[in-house]
């Protein structure tokens, strides 16, 4: 199931195209990895550990922190994850 708000959302000038593009990937992810299983996960009370390498691989981690930093702080945070 996606979520669409797109049709009710007032347009942003400040929105670039890589800012649309993250929206989309992010989107797609959370459709394709989360949806089909948030309601077990629900249930469980807690979501798999696998998930959090699927979510750095797309690069939906480390958003906070500079690209000069990059390499070095995705390695942390897959070692974080196993």
Known sequence: MSLDFDGARLPNPHMKEEHLAW????????DTEIMPYASDWD?????????WPKAAEVGLLGLGIPKRLGRAWRQLARLDCE
């Not at 929206?23 to 959370?30: D, H, S, T």
């Not at 249930?43 to 998930?51: H, V």
């Open 23 to 30: 929206r989309a990937a992010l989107r797609r992810f959370i």
């Open 43 to 51: 249930e469980a009370g807690a979501m798999p550990n696998s998930l």
